[in-house]
């Protein structure tokens, strides 16, 4: 399977301040069509998760702008420009190229 | 609006089984594969188990394999996961998960507890 590994697990924020989380992928994510299947989902206690990124950097509809997702190979990198009170929540990647797809540990991000 | 409605868990007793069901709506159920995601307390997010569109390819999780089938019904579009054998460990919210585009969860159902204890 391939272990995806975030970086830090937990990240203290300060309001207005940028953040950035890390993942790395233990093998290529390329699939055979030529795509990087790495998303991001955000997800709150209580809540269903929510995806920010597909694809490494394609913005879900209604995401805010402050959140992009860029990266290649095995390395990519979720950058919150300016933290909100709003973003406080654990942030995971998942890689959707090779069966099973599989999480990070997740993120857990806070004030 | 795509709505996604989760019911059957509960408490289960070790050893027990269950099944999940997930009823989506808004989008054409027959035409995407649907999935199964866990989160177990404190733990993170899980795969456990996809199927494709008429149920004929069906991939689990290597850990869950012999114990939890995923399956689908097109004519009520529902999408099941039935577990046996159950274990402590299973203990988490079951969330059915919708990838309507490739390698990506575009969907999400609000999760259903599952409560393995004597």
């Known amino acids: 399977d391939v272990m995806m590994t975030q970086s830090p697990l937990s990240l203290p924020v300060t309001l207005g301040q940028p953040a950035s989380i890390s993942c790395r992928s233990s093998?290529?994510?390329?699939?055979?069509?030529?795509?990087?299947?790495l998303n991001w989902f955000q997800h709150r206690p209580g809540h269903s998760p929510r995806r920010l990124i597909y694809r490494v950097s394609d913005r879900e509809s209604g995401v805010p702008d402050r959140f992009s997702g860029s990266g290649s190979g095995t390395d990519f990198t979720l950058k919150i420009s300016r933290v909100e009170p709003e973003d406080v929540a654990f942030y995971y990647c998942m890689q959707g190229t090779h069966w099973p797809w599989t999480f990070g540990q997740g993120t857990k991000v806070d004030i | 609006e795509v709505q996604v409605v989760e019911s059957g868990g509960g408490l289960v007793q070790p050893g027990g089984s269950l099944r999940l069901s997930c009823v989506p709506s808004g989008f054409s159920f027959n035409a995407y594969w649907m999935g199964w995601v866990r989160q177990a307390p404190g733990k993170g997010l899980e795969w456990v188990a996809i199927v494709n569109q008429d149920g004929g390819e069906r991939f689990y999780v290597d850990s869950l394999k012999g114990r939890f089938s995923i399956s689908r019904d097109n004519a009520k579009n529902s999408l099941y996961l039935s577990a046996y054998n159950l274990r402590a460990d299973d203990t988490a919210v079951y969330y059915c998960?919708?990838?309507?585009?490739?390698?990506?969860?575009?969907?999400w159902g609000q999760g259903t507890q599952v409560t393995v204890s004597s």
């Open positions: 093998q290529s994510l390329v699939s055979s069509d030529g795509n990087i299947y």
């Open positions: 998960a919708i990838p309507t585009s490739i390698g990506t969860v575009d969907y």
